[in-house]
C-alpha cells in the first residue's frame, strides 16, 4: 500500500529529529567559552563544536570507519566535568599525560626534566627573573607532581588567570566529554544590543581549535 504524502513528510520529519537528538547526545556538543582562561586562543563568547566521539571506544570496526578515535595527546584542547562541581563543563589544554613527571618553574612548563615549547601560551605578567628563587605562587612555581595512571595535568592558555589543575589536582580520563574542534559562531558579548551584528567576530567563524 502506498503511503499517502504527508506520512511520508511526517516519517521523514520523525527520522531527521531522531538522527539529530542522536548526533547532539552521543558525536557532537555545543560550547560556549564563558572566560578568559583560554585567551588568546579562544575568547568569551566564541562558540564551539565539541567531538564527543573521539576518545571513547569503538566496540566495532564499522564505528572505527565512520567515526575515528585515538588516545588524548599533548596539547588537545578538551571540554570535561569540573572535578569539583561535575554538573558543569570547562575547557582547558592537556598538558601532563599519564606518568609524566611534570614541573612548573618561573611560569616555563617541563615534562620528565625537559622544557616543552607552548606557542599558545598567553602571560599577563612577565616570568620571575632566572635568580628569583621558588615562592608560593602557582602561576609560577608548581611541583614537581607525577601524572596517576587514567589521569590528566590540565592548563589553561591564559596561564595567569586559569583556574585549571595548579588549584584542583588530575582530571580523570572517565570526565573528559571530547576535544574541542571548531568555532561556529564568535560574538563579542560586552557590545550593546543597537549594534549587535557589528559585535559578531566574523574573523573567527570556523576557525579550528589548535
Do not use: C
Request: proline fraction near 8%; avoid cysteine.
Amino acid at each position: 500500500m502506498k503511503k499517502s504524502v504527508p506520512r511520508e513528510y511526517f516519517e521523514s520529519l520523525v527520522i531527521a529529529v531522531i538522527l539529530a537528538l542522536f548526533v547532539r547526545t552521543w558525536v557532537f556538543q555545543a560550547f560556549k567559552i564563558p572566560t578568559g582562561s583560554m585567551e588568546n586562543n579562544l575568547l568569551i563568547g566564541d562558540h564551539l563544536i565539541v567531538n564527543k566521539m573521539i576518545f571513547s571506544p569503538a566496540l566495532t570496526g564499522l564505528e572505527r570507519a565512520i567515526l575515528p578515535r585515538r588516545e588524548i595527546r599533548r596539547g588537545d584542547v578538551v571540554v570535561f566535568k569540573y572535578p569539583e562541581e561535575p554538573e558543569r563543563d570547562f575547557i582547558k589544554r592537556v598538558i601532563g599525560l599519564p606518568g609524566d613527571r611534570l614541573e612548573l618553574r618561573r611560569k616555563k612548563i617541563f615534562i620528565n626534566g625537559q622544557p616543552i615549547d607552548e606557542a599558545y601560551v598567553h602571560l599577563i605578567e612577565p616570568p620571575p627573573p632566572d635568580d628569583a628563587p621558588p615562592t608560593g605562587d602557582l602561576r609560577a612555581w608548581y611541583g614537581p607532581v607525577t601524572v596517576p595512571e587514567h589521569q590528566f595535568f590540565m592548563m589553561g592558555d591564559n596561564r595567569d588567570n586559569s583556574q585549571d589543575s595548579r588549584y584542583w589536582g588530575f582530571l580523570p580520563e572517565s570526565y573528559v566529554k571530547g576535544k574541542a574542534l571548531f568555532i561556529y559562531f564568535s560574538f563579542e558579548e560586552e557590545g550593546s544590543l543597537a549594534g549587535m551584528f557589528s559585535d559578531i567576530r566574523w574573523s573567527r567563524m570556523l576557525n579550528r581549535v589548535r
